[in-house]
């Protein structure tokens, strides 16, 4: 590592396309997804994405077209979003919390050519009368799934840079374009993460966000690559031994009890926040993060390894394959440690492109592949960023 720059290192980077990595995945009986209705096992999930993979294909499903998501929290639209993976169908979620205005741009700009719901319907009015709707329960009753070879056959070749999302978002660091994010920028960030935090068989995470949240994606991919189950219950309501909030606002006023407090809380946010999570959740471990769309989610994060106070001073380091730089925002050239400048990023969780926005995708990607975040900060002595807004609110 360089004295002005942070990598993220100490993992090997996994097979970067998602339908290979579930079909390397093998993690039987343990649970997949829980919820109230009861447990999925990772068995009957992998069943549930093949049968799902078999009716998208008879549905004429084709690689790169795109599929709106429009399901509540459950096994089935896990299952549905990998699916569409497997096939190199490109998921586009839509969520009734989005504005209108950006459900408007998903279904116009997105180039939707099918809609998935769930069996209480689409919702959504008319926006979506010239989209073609169906059922996850059809998919699900269009027959039995081909063995994995006549499968693969049938969908055709699919590469890691092929896109896999277009994200049209609502955190505090999303923006209003369509964001393209591939199959290497997916799997990647969903591995590192669960590299980092030791998400793995019998973990249990909690991620109450919305699908077109990028941390939830990217948790939903790594709970089903990495062994580990999805909580789809409400926070604190179950043991959880991972809990994922990303944007989270101020902390509960009343505690949960010791037993329903998970041992790993990530959030993303400024010092103040974090102290008041780590008052509200004496027995968690809270973790920081730096969050961006355009990063497929969580790219740097704080490091188990480093002391606790550093969650409340830093965003943490890089995940593997990820690389921060700091720019001087005049000249390009290198800032040195402790030296503020503009946050560069790249890597293999970075964006393709905004959707249909040549222009703005120029913007903010240099030619040498970094993303320019736009936001200033600085580079401590063991490879921690600090984002200015973040280190302002330590006084």
Known sequence: MGVDRAIGTGFRLGEPVIGAALTGASWGDLPAHVAAGGAISHAAMRDRILRLAAGLLSAELRRGQRVGVWMP??????????????????????????????????????????????????????????????????????????????????????????????????????????????????????QGLAARYGIGAGSRLAVPLPLNHTARLTAELAVLVAGAALCDLPAFSAPASHLILADADAPPQAPPPPQMQPGMVLLSGDARLIRGWQRALPQSRIFNSYLRAELAGIAICSDPRDPPHTAQTTAGRPLRGVEVMIVDPRTSMDMLLYEIGEIWIRGAPLMLRYHDDLRASRKVLDRSGFFKTGEMGYLDSEGRVIVCRDAFAQI
């Open 73 to 190: 929290p459950s096994a089935e639209r896990t299952a549905l979003c990998a699916a569409i993976w497997w096939l190199g169908g490109v998921v586009v979620p839509l969520e009734p919390s989005l504005p209108q205005a950006r459900l408007t741009m998903a279904l116009q700009g997105s180039g939707l050519r099918l809609l998935v719901h769930h069996p209480q319907g689409a919702g959504g009015g008319g926006s979506f009368a010239a989209v073609r709707h169906l059922g996850c329960e059809e998919l699900l009753a269009r027959g039995d799934a081909p063995d994995l070879a006549q499968l693969a056959e049938r969908a055709g070749r699919v590469l890691p840079d092929h896109p896999a999302v277009v994200l049209y978002g609502e955190g505090r660091q999303d923006t209003a374009r369509g964001v393209v994010l591939s199959h290497r920028a997916l799997l990647c960030a969903a």
